[in-house]
Protein backbone atom coordinates (compact mmCIF):
# COMPACT_ATOMS: atom_id res chain seq x y z
CA UNK A 1 0.00 0.00 0.00
CA UNK A 2 0.91 3.29 -0.82
CA UNK A 3 2.36 5.91 2.08
CA UNK A 4 -0.57 8.00 0.94
CA UNK A 5 -3.16 5.39 0.94
CA UNK A 6 -2.46 4.28 4.20
CA UNK A 7 -1.90 7.67 6.03
CA UNK A 8 -5.34 8.57 4.38
CA UNK A 9 -7.01 5.73 5.78
CA UNK A 10 -5.38 6.22 9.10
CA UNK A 11 -7.17 9.77 8.93
CA UNK A 12 -10.37 8.30 8.14
CA UNK A 13 -10.09 5.80 11.00
CA UNK A 14 -11.16 8.70 13.73
CA UNK A 15 -14.46 9.34 11.61
CA UNK A 16 -15.23 11.00 8.64
CA UNK A 17 -14.33 14.30 6.99
CA UNK A 18 -13.85 16.14 3.47
CA UNK A 19 -10.80 16.55 1.61
CA UNK A 20 -9.12 19.70 3.04
CA UNK A 21 -9.74 18.19 6.72
CA UNK A 22 -7.90 14.89 5.40
CA UNK A 23 -5.18 16.89 4.32
CA UNK A 24 -4.63 18.66 7.40
CA UNK A 25 -4.35 15.51 9.26
CA UNK A 26 -2.15 13.70 7.05
CA UNK A 27 0.05 16.30 7.75
CA UNK A 28 -0.43 15.86 11.05
CA UNK A 29 0.11 12.14 11.52
CA UNK A 30 3.17 12.45 9.67
CA UNK A 31 4.51 15.01 11.95
CA UNK A 32 4.61 17.39 8.93
CA UNK A 33 6.58 15.05 6.37
CA UNK A 34 3.68 14.65 4.32
CA UNK A 35 1.79 17.17 2.44
CA UNK A 36 -0.88 15.87 0.01
CA UNK A 37 -1.70 18.04 -2.96
CA UNK A 38 -5.21 18.68 -3.72
CA UNK A 39 -4.79 16.76 -7.01
CA UNK A 40 -3.38 13.69 -5.58
CA UNK A 41 -5.84 13.61 -2.25
CA UNK A 42 -8.49 12.98 -4.75
CA UNK A 43 -7.09 10.77 -7.55
CA UNK A 44 -6.01 8.47 -4.41
CA UNK A 45 -9.41 9.09 -2.69
CA UNK A 46 -11.17 7.86 -5.97
CA UNK A 47 -8.91 4.89 -5.99
CA UNK A 48 -9.85 4.29 -2.33
CA UNK A 49 -13.42 4.37 -3.09
CA UNK A 50 -13.14 2.29 -6.36
CA UNK A 51 -11.45 -0.44 -4.39
CA UNK A 52 -14.26 -0.66 -1.45
CA UNK A 53 -12.27 1.49 0.91
CA UNK A 54 -13.73 3.91 1.57
CA UNK A 55 -17.44 5.42 0.80
CA UNK A 56 -18.30 9.11 0.67
CA UNK A 57 -20.82 9.67 4.19
CA UNK A 58 -22.36 12.68 2.59
CA UNK A 59 -22.34 15.95 0.31
CA UNK A 60 -23.03 19.45 1.45
CA UNK A 61 -22.48 22.65 0.14
CA UNK A 62 -20.78 25.07 1.25
CA UNK A 63 -19.74 28.87 -0.36
CA UNK A 64 -21.48 27.52 -3.47
CA UNK A 65 -18.65 24.46 -3.31
CA UNK A 66 -19.59 20.98 -3.23
CA UNK A 67 -17.84 19.28 -0.30
CA UNK A 68 -17.84 15.45 0.05
CA UNK A 69 -17.51 13.84 3.10
CA UNK A 70 -15.67 10.57 3.28
CA UNK A 71 -15.10 7.68 5.76
CA UNK A 72 -14.07 3.82 6.02
CA UNK A 73 -16.12 1.09 4.87
CA UNK A 74 -16.13 -2.44 6.79
CA UNK A 75 -13.31 -3.45 4.06
CA UNK A 76 -11.41 -0.26 4.65
CA UNK A 77 -10.93 -0.69 8.38
CA UNK A 78 -9.63 -4.59 8.13
CA UNK A 79 -7.44 -3.65 5.14
CA UNK A 80 -5.62 -0.68 7.50
CA UNK A 81 -5.56 -3.44 10.54
CA UNK A 82 -3.69 -5.45 8.24
CA UNK A 83 -1.03 -2.91 6.91
CA UNK A 84 -0.77 -0.91 10.48
CA UNK A 85 -0.03 -4.78 11.37
CA UNK A 86 2.51 -5.75 8.46
CA UNK A 87 4.68 -2.39 8.95
CA UNK A 88 4.70 -2.84 12.95
CA UNK A 89 5.83 -6.65 12.21
CA UNK A 90 8.90 -4.97 9.73
CA UNK A 91 9.75 -2.41 11.96
CA UNK A 92 10.26 -4.67 15.39
CA UNK A 93 12.60 -6.92 12.81
CA UNK A 94 14.13 -3.94 12.07
CA UNK A 95 14.53 -2.76 15.88
CA UNK A 96 15.38 -5.98 16.90
CA UNK A 97 18.52 -6.60 14.35
CA UNK A 98 19.34 -3.06 14.98
CA UNK A 99 19.74 -4.15 18.84
CA UNK A 100 21.59 -6.90 17.95
CA UNK A 101 24.46 -5.36 15.92
CA UNK A 102 24.87 -2.48 18.52
CA UNK A 103 22.53 -0.04 17.19
CA UNK A 104 20.72 2.72 18.61
CA UNK A 105 17.05 1.65 19.81
CA UNK A 106 14.82 4.39 20.84
Do not use: K, N, W
Request: aromatic content about 4%; proline content about 1%.
Amino acid sequence: MQESSFLILTALAAGSQHGYGIIRDVEGISGGRVRLQAGTLYTALERLRQDGLIEVEREEIVDSRLRRYYRLTTDGRERLAEEAARLQAHAAAALTRLDLLGGIVP
